[in-house]
């Protein structure tokens, strides 16, 4: 089957312009997460989503950062006026949420951010 | 989430042993390691993880010391594929906090 899928693979963007970044997690999966690496960094977590629970917003770096997980499947990250510092490798990663059960991420493949 | 220590880089002939070590003095009993690659431009992907034993798939084995506070990650035959960036990670496995929290990690550099 088909792994975690993101888009756009590439993002360029002008300061204060808003973007949305899309991830389809696997099929059946209800754990969803998104990450952020910068050049040079490790990943950073910015906020997860487990089923029908509220999400795991502690990593999000400010309040221009928000996230939507519309019927359970589909994720949407979106940052609003962009700032330089927001480029990035934006990662989504998906895992089954099985209670129990050792839990792998899978992830897709990102998004590339540049905002000028 | 218990934090780790790895080397920032290594260097592995072609066909050679890689062995990618890393500290996690801090684990907790029930912490596991967690092994991910990050090869260039793409998504980290998942190699391996254990708990206490060691461990063995295709991509590699998972040597852990016996009071947890280190491990070893060896690809028995290195290729130029292998050259990425290697994350070590500890973690308690909950319902509800599954996120893996990822250092620098290693670049593995395998030379031809």
């Known amino acids: 089957g088909a792994g975690v899928s993101q888009s756009p693979s590439n993002k360029v963007t002008e300061k204060g312009k808003d973007v949305e970044l899309r991830c389809d997690p696997i099929s059946g999966h209800t754990a969803l997460y998104w990450y952020r690496q910068s050049l040079g960094q490790g990943l950073e977590f910015l906020i997860y989503?487990?089923?029908?629970?509220?999400?795991?917003k502690s990593g999000l770096p400010s309040d221009r950062f928000s996230a939507e997980r519309t019927g359970g499947s589909v994720s949407t990250l979106t940052i609003q006026r962009t700032q330089q510092e927001d480029s990035a490798v934006y990662l989504c990663?998906?895992?089954?949420?099985?209670?129990?059960?050792?839990?792998?991420?899978?992830f897709g493949p990102g998004t590339r951010l540049l905002v000028l | 989430d218990a934090k780790t220590t790895q080397p920032p880089s290594m260097d592995c002939a072609e066909g050679r042993a890689a062995n990618l070590p890393c500290n996690h003095s801090?684990?907790?009993?029930?912490?596991?390691v967690y092994w991910y690659r990050q090869i260039h431009s793409q998504g980290p992907q998942y190699i391996i993880h254990g708990l206490k034993n060691n461990e063995t798939n295709e991509m590699a084995s998972l040597i852990i010391t016996e009071d947890r506070k280190s491990s070893t990650l060896i690809l028995p035959h290195a290729t130029l594929r292998d050259t990425a960036v290697y994350y070590c990670i500890v973690r308690v496995w909950w319902a509800g906090a599954n996120n893996l929290f990822f250092g620098t990690g290693t670049r593995l550099t395998v030379i031809p």
């Open positions: 990663a998906s895992s089954s949420g099985l209670a129990g059960v050792q839990e792998t991420q899978y």
């Open positions: 989503f487990q089923g029908n629970s509220a999400p795991d």
């Open positions: 801090t684990i907790s009993g029930n912490e596991y």
